[in-house]
Structure formats: structure tokens, C-alpha cells
């Protein structure tokens, strides 16, 4: 159940804030708080309480959650005022569906990258492999997997639109929508793709990028048929 307060005293500061570029900071801060769950879906955002939390004035408070409210990942609820906005099943289904052809371009353009980038991708997937698939070590190598494709693609565009879909990703995850019972077949699907591109096969690298957001998509589907619980 998400947290109903009015105080963020528990949510961390990533780093300290440059007093001249305030607005920017506290919003990059508030994004990756909202990535990676720290601010649960439902949360309310104070703008007083923020700026006591951040040691800024309200104003770039304010900037700030007007840019995340832009990108949907803040919004107003009644008299709650802002918080943190609940993603639905189905938008994230759909965005799994643009996912699937991205990522299946980004690993077809990552083929033929250097002896470093692979190296890098191959210990992604190692880290992955290595731990506990519930740990917050598993969530961060997962994330630089998928991530150092994007940035083997060399394609700026297509890294800008990966990086925004990557909110439907990280909180699927964090809101346990994305059934953890699909780790084992998911591991075995990242590997497949590190070897695709380790093998310059970028027909093969697409299709096995492309397989592995459709498997996770459809378990997202089956969850639209019942209710969530652990797995």
C-alpha cells in the first residue's frame, strides 16, 4: 500500500544541490526517486515539505514538479493535491508494445560495437546471472543491460526514446507488476541477446530483443486476467 504523508524525510538526496541549477537537480532527483520507487505510486508531493527536504526555496519545487507533471509522472489528485500518478496495466502493456520494436533496433544497431562495449554488456549480463533475482543488484545490472544496448546503438533518437519509456520498465518493476516468476526465462533471453550481438547476427539480435519484450509484455497481459500477488 503506498505511504500517505505529507513528509519525504525518508526518500534520499542522490547528491547536493547547486544552488544554480536547482530546478533542473530537483527534478532529475524526483524522476529517479519515482524510477526506482523510492516515491510509491499514490504519494503526495508538498511542495513546502520538498523544499524543507531539499534546502531549496519552493520555487524550483515548483518548476520542477510541473516539468514531471508534463511527463505524466506527477499529478493532481483532489484535495490530496499532487502525487506520484498510478500507472494502469494496460499503459504499460502498451508501452511494452513500442518497447518491443525499439529495443529489437537498438540490439540490430549494437551488433559490430567494440571489444569494450561487449565486454561491458557481458558482464551485465554475468551480474545478472550472479545474484539474487528479487535483489536490488539484480534491478541495476538489468537496468545497464538494456541500457548499454541503448548506447551501443548509436543512434541519439532512438537512446532518448528508450530513456523515456525506461519509466514503464523500472516501475513496472518496483510496483511488482512485472511477474518476478519470469526471471529464470528472462535470464536465458538476455544471454541469447549478448550472444546475437557478440556474433554481429543482427537479424538474430532484433528477433531475440524483440522476443524478450513480447514475453514480458504478454506476462503483463495475463495479469490483467487476475488479480496481483506475489509469484
Not at 16 to 31: C, G, N, T
Not at 121 to 127: K, M, Q, S, T
Not at 154 to 179: A, M
Amino acid at each position: 500500500m503506498a505511504r500517505d504523508t505529507e513528509s519525504p524525510s525518508l526518500i534520499p538526496i542522490i547528491r547536493p544541490i547547486d544552488p544554480s541549477m536547482a530546478s533542473e537537480e530537483v527534478y532529475r532527483q524526483l524522476r529517479q526517486l519515482i524510477f526506482d520507487g523510492s516515491l510509491k505510486p499514490g504519494e503526495r508531493l508538498v511542495e513546502r515539505m520538498l523544499a524543507d527536504h531539499f534546502h531549496v526555496s519552493r520555487t524550483p519545487i515548483r518548476e520542477a514538479l510541473k516539468a514531471l507533471q508534463a511527463e505524466g509522472l506527477v499529478g493532481a489528485d483532489g484535495k490530496r493535491g499532487l502525487v506520484v500518478t498510478r500507472l494502469s496495466l494496460e499503459s504499460l502493456a502498451h508501452a511494452y508494445q513500442v518497447r518491443e520494436v525499439l529495443e529489437g533496433l537498438a540490439a540490430r544497431l549494437a551488433c559490430g560495437s567494440t571489444r569494450h562495449d561487449l565486454l561491458e554488456l557481458c558482464r551485465a549480463v554475468d551480474d545478472m546471472e550472479a545474484v539474487d533475482p528479487f535483489s536490488p543488484s539484480f534491478d541495476r545490472a538489468h537496468l545497464r543491460f538494456h541500457d548499454l544496448i541503448a548506447e551501443m546503438s548509436h543512434n541519439q533518437p532512438l537512446i532518448r526514446y528508450l530513456n523515456e519509456l525506461r519509466i514503464y520498465r523500472t516501475r513496472g518493476v518496483s510496483v511488482g507488476w512485472i511477474p518476478r516468476s519470469r526471471m529464470q526465462e528472462a535470464l536465458k533471453e538476455h544471454r541469447a541477446i549478448y550472444e546475437a550481438i557478440l556474433a554481429n547476427d543482427p537479424d538474430r539480435a532484433e528477433a531475440a530483443a524483440k522476443h524478450h519484450v513480447y514475453q514480458t509484455r504478454r506476462s503483463l497481459l495475463a495479469r490483467l486476467e487476475r488479480p496481483l500477488t506475489d509469484e
